[in-house]
């Protein structure tokens, strides 16, 4: 049921499916790439089994690996490196989303456009916008070198970019 909601656009909360998760005495990482050819996890060269032939990825392992941790996606025979930008959380606040749907959200600047931060030691920008039309949660940009996705909760649309490592 999750697997199909994701696949439509339809998962309210995609953070219950991607990412980093312990299931048991497992650690499992999803990832949906729909135009990967293969997807390995970095830190230990292991390659993700795709679950899904529209695009999903399974890896699991007993010991959970180091964090932030990246992914290898290869596209036929091109490559590129990521962030998987589901391990991070998520970084508009349900207060909020209460807020903005009400009208009430004063400051709502903070929440939406782009501002550079950083999480768990990775440069990011997230981005948000009011777009009630958009239906996606993540969009790939083959040009970039580093994950992009684009969450919807609600009528907020939150876009991230991870753009790299943070030195020192």
């Not at 991607?18 to 729909?34: A, D, M, N, Q």
């Not at 180091?66 to 959380?89: E, N, T």
Request: charged share 20%; hydrophobic share 40%; aromatic share 10%.
């Amino acid at each position: 049921m999750l697997i199909e909601s994701l696949l439509q656009a339809r998962l309210h909360d995609p953070f219950a499916l991607l990412g980093l998760h312990r299931e048991g005495r497992e650690w499992v990482i999803r990832f949906y790439e729909p135009h990967a050819t293969q997807v390995s996890l970095l830190d230990n060269g292991e390659t993700l089994k795709k679950i899904h032939p529209d695009g999903l990825f399974e890896w699991r392992g007993a010991n959970e690996p180091a964090q932030p941790y990246r992914l290898r996606i290869s596209q036929g025979s091109v490559s590129r490196d990521i962030y998987d930008c589901y391990q991070f959380p998520a970084n508009i606040s349900e207060q909020d989303l209460f807020l903005f749907s009400e009208g009430n959200l004063r400051q709502g600047y903070r929440m939406l456009g782009s501002h550079a931060v950083e999480i768990n030691g990775v440069k990011a920008i997230p981005a948000a916008s009011y777009n009630v039309l958009i239906r996606g949660f993540r969009v790939p940009l083959p040009q970039c070198t580093h994950c992009v996705i684009m969450e919807q909760i609600g009528s907020v649309i939150a876009l991230y970019k991870a753009t790299g490592r943070m030195s020192g």
